[in-house]
């Protein structure tokens, strides 16, 4: 297998609409930026314990609630409990929903599959603001550029 170089990922075009997709998906599951990325990060790491997810987030505007908050609303979810009942020890990965989300927003990112334009799949489409005007108009451009 041939290792991917810079230039592959520029022709793949893979983070030409991040930005589009990425406020889709906060949009419609109530997440910010940084909860999205650092989702991301861990599907990439796999199993990881508390103290991972704390130096993850080092770079992150300060969210003390983060983490409640992404457990609570199962996006991680514990892997394996510590023997001796320390949470600090236990293993967590993110869920399934969070793995269904990341993929779509690859396929999204990649022309396989286009952000949904109902108002029952998007919240956006309701424009009720003038950013989610503006929103919805640079959504309608990303599933209209069939270069991605």
């Given at each position: 297998?041939?290792?991917?170089?810079?230039?592959?990922?520029?022709?793949?075009?893979?983070?030409?609409?991040?930005?589009?997709?990425?406020?889709?998906?906060?949009?419609?599951?109530?997440?910010?930026?940084?909860?999205?990325?650092?989702?991301?990060?861990?599907?990439?790491?796999?199993?990881?314990?508390?103290?991972?997810?704390?130096?993850?987030?080092?770079?992150?505007?300060?969210?003390?609630?983060?983490?409640?908050?992404?457990?609570?609303?199962?996006?991680?979810?514990?892997?394996?409990?510590?023997?001796?009942?320390?949470?600090?020890?236990?293993?967590?990965?993110?869920?399934?929903?969070?793995?269904?989300?990341?993929?779509?927003?690859?396929?999204?990112?990649?022309?396989?599959?286009?952000?949904?334009?109902?108002v029952r799949r998007n919240k956006v489409m309701k424009k009720?603001?003038?950013?989610?005007?503006?929103?919805?108009?640079?959504?309608?451009?990303?599933?209209?550029?069939?270069?991605?």
């Open positions: 297998m041939r290792k991917l170089t810079g230039q592959d990922l520029r022709e793949l075009g893979l983070l030409k609409h991040y930005r589009v997709v990425r406020r889709w998906a906060c949009k419609n599951n109530d997440l910010t930026g940084s909860d999205i990325e650092l989702l991301i990060y861990f599907d990439c790491v796999g199993e990881f314990k508390r103290t991972d997810f704390e130096e993850g987030t080092l770079t992150y505007s300060w969210d003390n609630r983060r983490w409640n908050k992404l457990v609570k609303n199962g996006w991680v979810k514990i892997w394996r409990k510590a023997n001796n009942g320390d949470k600090k020890y236990s293993l967590y990965k993110i869920s399934h929903k969070a793995n269904c989300l990341i993929q779509q927003m690859y396929r999204i990112m990649l022309g396989e599959e286009d952000i949904p334009m109902s009720e603001s003038y950013s989610d005007k503006l929103d919805a108009r640079a959504m309608k451009l990303v599933n209209n550029d069939k270069t991605r």
